[in-house]
C-alpha cells in the first residue's frame, strides 16, 4: 500500500510539473527575458521550462518591464503587456522577438508598450492588438520586419524614430496589398529573397523619410508602387536597387512619381522601370544638397527624369539610359564627370535616354570630371544646348593640361566661369560667348585655326 501512495504521489509530481512547463508565462519581476527569475522560476533557467521559447503565450504583468537583451533571440506564440503605462518590453539592440500569434499591446486607455531597438518579427498570421504610436515604438536602431509569406498582411499603427526600418522578408506567393501603409516611414528595406509573385502598393505608400533600399526581388519578380491608382512617393534618402532588384514604378495606367531628396544608386543587372503600357511615370531630383547617380546597368524602360530648380544633381561618370526623357529646370545645376560630356543619341555621354533632352535657359552644368573631357555635341548645331541660355562652369580637376574639347562650332548662351582646368577650343572650331564671363584659376586655350567670340561682359 505504502509503495502504491509514493507512486502516486511521484506521478501527481510529475503532472505538476508538466502542467507548470505547458501552461502560460506570468512575469513576477522585471528582468531579462531570458532568465527564469523573471518569470518567477530557475534562474538562469532552461528555455522552453523556466523562460518562454517557441509557441508559448506569456504575459507581463502591471509594472514590469521585461528586457530581451542584446544578441538574444526570443520566440513566442503569442503575448500580453497588461494594462499600465509602466508596463513594458523593450528588445535591445540586436535582440529580436519572433512571434507567430498575438501581441496584444493592454485592453484600456493606460496601457504598457513594446519599445523596439533590435527587430520585431511579425510572422505569417501574426496580429497586434493595441498598436498605436505611442505603444508600439521602433527606435532608432529597429526594425519592424513583416515576414508574412502567403498573404499581405497588415503594418500596425507604430512610433517610427528616425532611423528604424520597416522591413518586408517573407513574401513569396502573395501578390496583394498589406494595408497600414499610410504611415510616415523612415527606411523602408524591401528584401524578399524568396518572391515568387509581383507585388503593387497601388499608391498607398507616400512617405519614407529616410531611405528606401530594394535589396531583392528574388531577380525574376517586380516590387511596384502601382498599377492603376496615381501615385506620389516622397523619399527623404537614398533610393538603392540592388543587383536582384526590380523597381517597377507603375505597371499599368497609373501615373506614378518619386520626389528623391537623396542619392539614386543602382547596382548591376536591374533597375528603375516603367513597366506600364501608358502610366507615366516620373522621378524627380529635389534635394536640398548635392545628390549623386550612379548606376552599373541600363535603366530598362520609360523614366522622366528631371533635376527640379534649387536642385544639384552629380552623374559622375554614370548615363542616365532608357526610353524616356531628361530635363534640367531653370535653377537646376547638374555636374557632368563623363569623358564625352553631354552628347545627342543613346551611346555616349552622361545623358542617354531615347527620348527629349531637355535643358532649360538659366539651368547649370558643371563639367568636374577627373580626366579629360569633351562638352559634347550637345552644344552644337542641332544640339539641345545650341543657343539656349545655360550657363557653364568648368571644374575639371585633370592635370592632363587640355581637359574640355570643343567638338564643332558651340555657342555658350550663359555665364562662363572657369573655376580649374583648361577650356580648349578644337582645331577649326568657334566658341562664342554671349553672356558673362568670368575665371578664377581656368585658361581658355585653343589653335591657330580656333576662333573666341566675346559678345558679353566680364573678364579673363
Same mark, same amino acid.
Given at each position: 500500500?505504502?509503495?502504491?501512495?509514493?507512486?502516486?504521489?511521484?506521478?501527481?509530481?510529475?503532472?505538476?510539473?508538466?502542467?507548470?512547463?505547458?501552461?502560460?508565462?506570468?512575469?513576477?519581476?522585471?528582468?531579462?527575458?531570458?532568465?527564469?527569475?523573471?518569470?518567477?522560476?530557475?534562474?538562469?533557467?532552461?528555455?522552453?521550462?523556466?523562460?518562454?521559447?517557441?509557441?508559448?503565450?506569456?504575459?507581463?504583468?502591471?509594472?514590469?518591464?521585461?528586457?530581451?537583451?542584446?544578441?538574444?533571440?526570443?520566440?513566442?506564440?503569442?503575448?500580453? /503587456?497588461?494594462?499600465?503605462?509602466?508596463?513594458?518590453?523593450?528588445?535591445?539592440?540586436?535582440?529580436?522577438?519572433?512571434?507567430?500569434?498575438?501581441?496584444?499591446?493592454?485592453?484600456?486607455?493606460?496601457?504598457?508598450?513594446?519599445?523596439?531597438?533590435?527587430?520585431?518579427?511579425?510572422?505569417?498570421?501574426?496580429?497586434?492588438?493595441?498598436?498605436?504610436?505611442?505603444?508600439?515604438? /521602433?527606435?532608432?536602431?529597429?526594425?519592424?520586419?513583416?515576414?508574412?509569406?502567403?498573404?499581405?498582411?497588415? /503594418?500596425?499603427?507604430? +512610433?517610427?524614430? %528616425?532611423?528604424?526600418?520597416?522591413?518586408?522578408?517573407?513574401?513569396?506567393?502573395?501578390? =496583394?496589398?498589406?494595408?497600414?501603409? %499610410?504611415?510616415?516611414?523612415?527606411?523602408?528595406?524591401?528584401?524578399?529573397?524568396?518572391?515568387?509573385?509581383?507585388?503593387?502598393?497601388? +499608391? !498607398?505608400?507616400?512617405?519614407?523619410?529616410?531611405?528606401?533600399?530594394? !535589396?531583392?526581388?528574388?531577380?525574376?519578380?517586380?516590387?511596384?508602387?502601382?498599377?492603376?491608382?496615381?501615385?506620389?512617393?516622397?523619399?527623404?534618402?537614398?533610393?538603392?536597387?540592388?543587383?536582384?532588384?526590380?523597381?517597377?514604378?507603375?505597371?499599368?495606367?497609373?501615373?506614378?512619381?518619386?520626389?528623391?531628396?537623396?542619392?539614386?544608386?543602382?547596382?548591376?543587372?536591374?533597375?528603375?522601370?516603367?513597366?506600364?503600357?501608358?502610366?507615366?511615370?516620373?522621378?524627380?531630383?529635389?534635394?536640398?544638397?548635392?545628390? !549623386?547617380?550612379?548606376?552599373?546597368?541600363?535603366?530598362?524602360?520609360?523614366?522622366?527624369?528631371?533635376?527640379?530648380?534649387?536642385?544639384?544633381?552629380?552623374?559622375?561618370?554614370?548615363?542616365?539610359?532608357?526610353?524616356?526623357?531628361?530635363?534640367?529646370?531653370?535653377?537646376?545645376?547638374?555636374?557632368? +564627370?563623363?569623358?564625352?560630356?553631354?552628347?545627342?543619341?543613346?551611346?555616349?555621354?552622361?545623358?542617354?535616354?531615347?527620348?527629349?533632352?531637355?535643358?532649360?535657359?538659366?539651368?547649370?552644368?558643371?563639367?568636374?570630371?577627373?580626366? =579629360?573631357?569633351?562638352?559634347?555635341?550637345?552644344?552644337?548645331?542641332?544640339?539641345?544646348?545650341?543657343?539656349?541660355?545655360?550657363?557653364?562652369?568648368?571644374?575639371?580637376?585633370?592635370?592632363?593640361?587640355?581637359?574640355?574639347?570643343?567638338?564643332?562650332?558651340?555657342?555658350?548662351?550663359?555665364?562662363?566661369?572657369?573655376?580649374?582646368?583648361?577650356?580648349?577650343?578644337?582645331?577649326?572650331?568657334?566658341?562664342?560667348?554671349?553672356?558673362?564671363?568670368?575665371?578664377?584659376?581656368?585658361?581658355?586655350?585653343?589653335?591657330?585655326?580656333?576662333?573666341?567670340?566675346?559678345?558679353?561682359?566680364?573678364?579673363?
Amino acid at each position: 500500500m505504502r509503495k502504491l501512495l509514493l507512486l502516486s504521489s511521484l506521478i501527481g509530481l510529475i503532472s505538476m510539473k508538466v502542467f507548470a512547463i505547458g501552461s502560460p508565462y506570468t512575469s513576477v519581476i522585471s528582468g531579462n527575458w531570458n532568465d527564469g527569475a523573471t518569470w518567477g522560476n530557475a534562474s538562469p533557467g532552461v528555455a522552453g521550462t523556466d523562460y518562454p521559447n517557441g509557441v508559448q503565450v506569456a504575459t507581463i504583468n502591471t509594472g514590469h518591464t521585461v528586457t530581451i537583451p542584446s544578441g538574444y533571440a526570443a520566440a513566442i506564440g503569442s503575448l500580453t /503587456i497588461t494594462n499600465a503605462a509602466a508596463t513594458n518590453l523593450t528588445i535591445a539592440s540586436t535582440g529580436s522577438l519572433s512571434f507567430t500569434g498575438t501581441l496584444t499591446l493592454g485592453t484600456l486607455l493606460s496601457r504598457g508598450s513594446c519599445n523596439v531597438n533590435g527587430t520585431l518579427i511579425v510572422q505569417q498570421g501574426a496580429t497586434i492588438t493595441g498598436a498605436a504610436t505611442t505603444r508600439l515604438i /521602433i527606435g532608432s536602431t529597429g526594425t519592424y520586419r513583416h515576414n508574412y509569406t502567403t498573404t499581405a498582411g497588415v /503594418i500596425y499603427t507604430a +512610433g517610427w524614430t %528616425a532611423g528604424s526600418t520597416l522591413e518586408f522578408a517573407g513574401y513569396t506567393s502573395n501578390s =496583394a496589398t498589406p494595408t497600414g501603409l %499610410a504611415q510616415t516611414f523612415q527606411n523602408l528595406k524591401w528584401n524578399c529573397a524568396s518572391q515568387a509573385a509581383d507585388v503593387y502598393f497601388d +499608391g !498607398t505608400l507616400t512617405t519614407v523619410s529616410g531611405n528606401f533600399d530594394v !535589396t531583392t526581388t528574388n531577380s525574376s519578380f517586380i516590387f511596384g508602387l502601382t498599377t492603376s491608382a496615381a501615385a506620389t512617393l516622397a523619399i527623404g534618402g537614398n533610393l538603392t536597387i540592388s543587383s536582384t532588384g526590380l523597381l517597377d514604378m507603375t505597371g499599368g495606367t497609373g501615373n506614378s512619381t518619386i520626389n528623391l531628396q537623396g542619392n539614386l544608386m543602382i547596382n548591376n543587372n536591374d533597375g528603375v522601370l516603367n513597366g506600364g503600357p501608358s502610366g507615366i511615370a516620373t522621378l524627380n531630383f529635389n534635394g536640398p544638397s548635392v545628390q !549623386t547617380f550612379s548606376t552599373g546597368t541600363v535603366l530598362s524602360t520609360n523614366v522622366r527624369f528631371t533635376v527640379k530648380t534649387g536642385s544639384t544633381l552629380n552623374l559622375g561618370t554614370s548615363a542616365v539610359t532608357g526610353t524616356g526623357i531628361f530635363t534640367l529646370e531653370s535653377g537646376a545645376t547638374m555636374k557632368v +564627370g563623363s569623358p564625352d560630356g553631354l552628347v545627342t543619341g543613346t551611346t555616349l555621354g552622361n545623358v542617354r535616354v531615347s527620348g527629349t533632352h531637355s535643358y532649360t535657359a538659366n539651368g547649370n552644368i558643371i563639367y568636374n570630371g577627373s580626366v =579629360a573631357q569633351n562638352l559634347g555635341n550637345e552644344w552644337g548645331a542641332g544640339g539641345a544646348l545650341n543657343a539656349v541660355s545655360v550657363n557653364l562652369e568648368i571644374a575639371n580637376s585633370s592635370v592632363s593640361g587640355v581637359t574640355n574639347n570643343i567638338i564643332g562650332s558651340t555657342n555658350v548662351v550663359g555665364n562662363l566661369t572657369l573655376t580649374t582646368g583648361s577650356l580648349n577650343i578644337g582645331n577649326s572650331t568657334t566658341l562664342n560667348i554671349q553672356s558673362i564671363f568670368a575665371s578664377t584659376s581656368g585658361t581658355i586655350g585653343g589653335s591657330s585655326n580656333s576662333s573666341l567670340t566675346f559678345s558679353g561682359s566680364g573678364a579673363l
